[in-house]
């Protein structure tokens, strides 16, 4: 098992590498870079011709672009360090990854859409398989192809426009929405801040997890079902074994090998899904601070956002890949 993991993490580093200069490299290709309006303004205005060019000396971009890279990803695998913000002139980590900034936000809404979708969707997937031919299985099948075909964006502006309508328009027209009541912002967790953000976040869960909530039934209910007809099943029950000992502790657990195998798979869709929540309510989340920086062209901020994104998918994958190989010894055994 030791040895299973230690090759996902050498792979996972080498993605991650990899990732890193696939990411420094798309900024570099746009044209211009972050001090081209400045040499517009040199022309017009009769300023000193020499400074893009020592601007550019200062942050290194005058170098080409291997040795931009390595000075860049030098700083971040050594020292964590992700460079200096050409805008604010600020280093990035702080920014990015402050208490309650766009990391912080974003782990919250991806890491807790997905652990309810997942704890509602398990337990429903199997009931779902031990109702198979009746009306609530049928019920269930019938309301699971327009979740998934309606596009996330419209399910945000139907939640959105309820709360609008039904609940608070000064909070969500004013875009004041948040992570929790405003009046908790900046006080310490208690049960009742807990409650309101709870409360907060309900409507992000329903936008971001409904998809992944559904994905997760599907996949177990049809997994039950063809667990449930395997050998060991009736070897299981022919032992005297309860229905509920044989579902939870015989078949449930191979029927989660093909959740477990999409979980890297999801994780695309709670990223995508997490940028249109933070558009519609007004939450400032790594999708934001990449959409608005692209267009500074801010190089060392937009690479450090699309490396979150991309180690996220890796720490994911590698999550599904010890996860399935500590339910299936078939897999670390085969390596």
């Known amino acids: 098992m030791l040895t299973y993991i230690a090759k996902r993490v050498a792979f996972s580093g ?5 990732i890193a200069f696939v990411s420094f490299g798309i900024i570099c290709m746009y044209p211009g870079d972050f001090y081209t309006p400045l040499e517009w303004a040199v022309r017009a205005f009769g300023l000193d011709p020499e400074l893009p060019a020592l601007l550019r000396a200062e942050k290194a971009l005058d170098k080409p672009f291997f040795v931009q890279f390595w000075i860049w990803f030098e700083g971040v695998i050594t020292r964590g360090d992700f ?9 990035v980590g702080p920014f990015l990854f402050r208490p309650g900034g766009p990391v912080e936000v974003s782990l919250i809404v991806s890491v807790t859409s997905m652990l ?8 429903i997937g199997v009931l779902s398989s031990r109702f198979r031919g009746r009306w609530a299985n049928a019920v269930f099948g019938f309301f699971t192809y327009p979740i998934l075909s309606v596009p996330t ?8 426009w309820f709360i609008y309508r039904f609940i608070d328009p000064l909070m969500v027209g004013s875009g004041l929405w948040g992570m929790c009541g405003w009046r908790f912002v900046g006080c310490p967790m208690s049960f009742a801040k807990f409650g309101s953000c709870v409360l907060h976040l309900l409507p992000i869960w329903i936008i971001v997890g409904t998809p992944i ?3 997760v039934v599907r996949i177990v ?5 063809d667990v449930m007809a395997a050998p060991f099943v009736t070897v299981a029950r022919g032992k005297g074994a309860s229905e509920l000992h044989v579902i939870f502790r015989h078949a449930l657990r191979n029927a989660v090998n093909p959740l477990i195998s999409s979980f890297g798979v999801m994780l695309p869709m709670v990223l995508i899904n997490s940028i249109i929540v933070a558009a519609l309510f007004n939450i400032p989340s790594f999708g934001q601070i990449m959409l608005e920086w692209v267009g500074y062209q ?13 180690s996220f998918l890796i720490v994911g994958n590698l999550i599904s890949d010890i996860l399935l190989a500590a339910s299936d010894p078939r897999i670390r055994v085969g390596g």
């Open 153 to 160: 964006y419209i399910t945000g502006i139907l939640i959105h």
């Open 14 to 18: 080498v993605v991650f590498a990899i």
């Open 298 to 310: 801010d190089q060392h901020v937009v690479t450090a956002a699309l490396l979150f994104y991309g």
């Open 83 to 91: 460079g200096v913000s050409f805008r604010t002139n600020g280093p």
């Open 213 to 215: 909530f559904v994905t």
């Open 116 to 123: 309810v979708a997942w704890l509602l969707g398990i337990p």
């Open 221 to 225: 209910r049809m997994g039950m079902h």
